[in-house]
Structure formats: C-alpha cells, structure tokens
C-alpha cells in the first residue's frame, strides 16, 4: 500500500485545468466529467478473452508521491494495449481506509468522491474500498478457510514494527540512523527508511511456514514472471535460509478503527496488509458462485512498488495457497520514487497536457532504477521528441502547400520496378516496428517501447526532408510525390495506433486527422501496408477542418513559472527586474 495525493490528475485533457477550479468543480457537487473530454469509445470485439490487471490499495494522504502516479499510469498503459488487441480487461484500483485518524479527516471531507477522483485518473473497471461490505464478506470468507486449513493461530507477538508501512521487521531489514532533531539513535528500516519500534501484544498469526515449500517452487516455477530487478533474490535467499516466519494476520482493535471484527472476535480485525491483499479476490466477486474458478482468475499482471514487494510475493501468493487459489501469472515491481527536486505533476499537466505527461513519465523513467523527473529533462524531452520530431513530422505532411487542390491520402506506391534504397530503409524499419514495440510492451519496458517509435518518427523526418515531395509537386510528378508521402503517412499511422495506450487523446486525434476509422485503430491495424482500406474503392482524405497544432513550441515550465510570478508583482504593484 502506498500514498495518493487525491487532487493528482494526469488524465485530463486540454491546455491548463487550475487547481482551484477544480477544488470548487468538486465543491459544487459538478461532476468532473464536465471538465474532462471524455476517452475515445473502445473498439467492440466480439468473443473476447479476459485478462486481470491489479494495482495495490491506495493509502489517502495530503503529500504527493510519484510512485503511486507511476503506478497507476503503467497499469492504465496496459490496459489500453491489451484492449487495443481485443481483450476484455478487468483493472481494479481501490483505497486502503484502515482508521488512521488522518485518512477519517479526509473522508469527513465535504462533496468529496473518490471514486469520481479516480476516474479522473484512469480508465480503471473496478473500484474497491476496504470498507466496502462486498470486501468485509470476501475478508470474512478467506479468514473461514485459512482457519479450516489450520493455517490461524493465537499467539503472543513482539519485535520489530513500523506503524508506518504496517509490517514487522527482522533485525537483517533493519539499520541504526540518526533522529535529525533529536540526535537520538533510532531503528529504520532499510528500504522505506521509515522508524520502527519494539511491539509486544496478542494477535492471531498466519502459519506461513506451513507454506513455504510451496511458495519457493512456485518462485522458482515463474521466476521469469516476476520483474523486480535486485530484489527477488534476496527474498528468496531469505525463504532457503528459514528466515521469513510465521506472521501476524491481525491485530487488536485501535480507538480510530472502523473495520468489523474477526469471526467469533470481539477486539480483533484483520491486519491491513493482509486486508489490502483480499481486495484483488473482491473485485472478482470472491467468494465465487461457480465454486474455485472465476475467468478473471487468476491476476494477469499485479503492478506496485518495489518496497511492498515482500507482500507480493511472499505474503500474498501464501495466503492464495492457503486457500487453494492460485498465485498471480506475472508481477511487476517498479522503484520509480520521487526526489525532492522533481518537477510538481499537476503542474507539468497544467503547463503541457496529460498526455505529455504520461509519455514523459514513461520515456523518463523505467522499473530497474530511479530517475529524475527535473523541469529541466521534462522541457528537454517535449522539445527534443514531442516538438522537434513527431509535431515537425505531422506539420511537414500535412502542410496546405503539399494540397493545393484540397486533401488526399497517398497509396501504396508500385513496386514494379523494385524499391529505391531510401524506401527501403524506412519500409524495412516499419515493417519491424509493430513486433519490437508489441515485445517491449509485453516485458513493460515502456521506455523502450518508446524509444523504438521515436526512432521511426526521427527516420520519417529525414526521410521527407531527403525525397522532398514539395519539388514534386513544382514538376507535377505525381506519382513521385505520392511515393514520398506514403511512407511519411504511414508513419504516422503506425505510430499513432502504438502510442494510444501512452498517450490516448493526442493520438485519437491524430488518426481522425488522417482520416483513419475509429475501427482501424486496433493493435492489428499497426501493420505497414494495413492502412485506409477503403482506397481502392473510394478515396479517402485526411481532415483539414480537425487539424491543430498537437505539439506545439512552448515555453519551458520554469520560465512560465518565472512569468506568472512577474505578472502576479506587476499586478500588486511591485517592481520586476529584468
């Protein structure tokens, strides 16, 4: 479980969306859909197969943390990939509302949806809060079984625990730190950094022992599957060694708890991390009327951060065995975090747009290490890609100068007598890239799944800029100039389908430009050769009414900033230097 800034949204669309605007949209009871142009209606396929994407239960909290955002994006990018190929995909995201005093403040607040929050966010499917009575009973149920397995027992337990991250830890998670005010010696654990103390209380403890047999040839079985670079060593080395143990599974009822006790309990609930977990069986609609077996079972992918990994694949996949369910086909473990220098999201959305965002966050960051989200890189990247490369390719094939006679697709140029050297190379690239994209989505390496579009956009560019179709035009050598434009349209059709699961309103737009249907956008489609079908039968055109500048040149973020500050003195009457 991890934090949430609840006014985070890197879903919306259009050129700025003020805070306070917002904060008063929700105030006033308006739904947000007012203020959020809808997605694009999805592709309708018939016959579909199902596949489950998870992300962790969110803890409400006032701080920003970008792991939560990285999370959430990536699990969005799937599951519009998956969609885009003609899967039914069930993306389930939900809140962790365990009876902080803090998270009941922000719950009292007035007018304020979380759901419609999260629908702000991304497209998910399902949304589960642990308060739900649909999540009490399917609690209520896995606690019945693990106890008929003989998996429950009561037991004194004391060590090592963080109020924080909810968990206990062994002396080898730990270190000593300094407390930077106090100058006391303090406990922290070593990933998350957060203060721990010594426990000592009764609660009930799951027999994880029991299952650790199992646990480690499942490990060893989907090693492959589970993507959590430097870290899925140890903890298997930790299970060899016999030092994960027998855990806590509840604990005694606090004065800010809300949740309902354990069966046959009067001062017990389920502990949160155990609690968080279910909620991926709940969304399914656990406990099953068909018995052990529901299509979406189980998880396809589960997607969170690397400091909750241990209940991921520790915690988690036991309790499933314990209950004779089995564990996830494939995990993803990503250590994206934040510095304090970063760039403010909502101020990167506000200043660029939500798909620009999204594509920067992916472009920039990557699940094996940390990387900063700095103004400076965030500029760079739009300018340097979005501007200078895929907004330079649309403008350079769709300039007016290229139709004087009004708007055409090109066709597919003849190869009678063979492919001039400088179209193959590009036909060669695009014929590759479907393949190479599809595999780096499928390992969700979305950095290099990026990279290789941006390396086709980059080859179109001076690929148009070597043919230059508008000489053509000045010897009306028609046949020439069709031929330099197909595989600059083309381009940007391909990419244009590859991108949507990244950024899905600027390349919806894109293809309605080009004059490409709403049901030829699917993965299938991104095929070099695939595109405007209908040519043969009825010309086609691309839309010069929907044409707009999609990345246009703006100025960098600080400098907006440093302007808006400027306007804000002049305005009170102070004096600006320079």
């Known amino acids: 479980m991890f934090t949430l800034n609840v006014t985070n949204l890197f879903k919306l669309s259009g050129p700025r969306l003020d805070q306070s605007k917002f904060s008063r949209c929700i105030s006033s009871n308006r739904s947000l859909r007012n203020i959020i142009i809808n997605d694009p209606a999805p592709i309708i396929y018939a016959n579909k197969k199902s596949i489950f994407i998870t992300t962790p239960m969110f803890t409400l909290h006032s701080d920003t943390i970008i792991g939560s955002l990285y999370t959430a994006i990536v699990a969005d990018v799937l599951k519009r990939y998956y969609e885009l190929k003609g899967l039914e995909v069930k993306l389930s995201v939900g809140t962790s509302e365990y009876g902080a005093l803090k998270v009941r403040n922000i719950l009292k607040k007035p007018d304020l949806d979380l759901q419609e929050q999260y629908a702000a966010m991304i497209s998910y499917t399902d949304f589960i809060r ?190 499933l065995m314990g209950i004779d369910l089995l564990p996830p086909k494939k995990l993803f473990a990503h250590s994206f975090r934040q510095s304090r220098s970063d760039a403010d999201p909502f101020r990167v959305i506000n200043h660029y747009g939500a798909d620009v965002f999204r594509y920067v966050y992916l472009a920039h960051g990557d699940y094996s290490n940390s990387n900063e989200f700095s103004d400076q890189n965030i500029n760079s990247r739009y300018a340097t890609d979005l501007a200078n490369q895929l907004g330079q390719l649309i403008h350079k094939c769709l300039s007016p100068k290229l139709f004087p006679n009004g708007p055409w697709i090109p066709t597919s140029p003849s190869k009678e007598n063979g492919i001039p050297d400088t179209d193959r190379i590009i036909q060669q690239a695009l014929e590759n890239l479907p393949d190479t994209v599809d595999k780096h989505y499928e390992k969700l390496e979305l950095s290099k799944a990026l990279k290789q579009i941006l390396a086709i956009i980059t080859l179109a560019n001076e690929y148009f800029d070597k043919v230059s179709p508008i000489e053509f035009l000045t010897t009306k050598d028609y046949i020439s100039m069709n031929r330099a434009l197909y595989y600059s349209f083309e381009t940007l059709r391909m990419t244009g389908i590859l991108l949507q699961p990244i950024m899905p309103k600027r390349s919806w737009k894109l293809l309605n430009i080009l004059g490409v249907k709403h049901d030829e956008h699917k993965w299938e489609d991104a095929k070099f050769g695939k595109g405007w079908p209908m040519l043969d039968n009825k010309r086609r055109k691309w839309a010069p009414y929907l044409y707009y500048n999609l990345y246009p040149y703006l100025p960098n973020m600080a400098d907006d900033v440093a302007n808006e500050e400027n306007r804000k003195k002049v305005v009170h009457g102070e004096n600006v230097k320079g």
């Open 130 to 319: 642990t308060t739900d009575k649909r999540h009490e009973n399917a609690v209520e149920h896995v606690w019945n079984r693990l106890m008929e397995n003989g998996l429950i027992y009561k037991d004194k337990v004391e060590g090592w625990y963080s109020k924080n991250d909810r968990m206990f830890y062994s002396e080898a998670d730990l270190k000593e730190n300094i407390h930077p005010h106090s100058g006391k010696k303090l406990k922290v654990t070593l990933y998350t950094k957060r203060p721990v103390e010594w426990y000592v209380e009764e609660r009930y403890k799951f027999r994880l022992s029991k299952l650790l047999p199992n646990l480690m040839e499942w490990l060893e079985d989907y090693e492959k599957f589970i993507i959590a670079p430097n870290s899925l060593q140890g903890l298997r080395n930790k299970i060899r060694q016999g030092l994960i143990e027998d855990v806590p599974i509840s604990r005694p009822r606090g004065p800010t708890d809300w949740k309902p006790n354990l069966p046959g309990e009067t001062e017990q609930i389920i502990d949160p991390l155990f609690d968080a977990y279910i909620n991926y069986l709940t969304v399914t609609g656990y406990p099953w009327s068909e018995g052990n077996s529901n299509k979406f079972w189980p998880v396809d992918i589960q997607i969170c951060p690397k400091y909750i990994l241990r209940s991921h694949v520790i915690y988690g996949p036991a309790l």
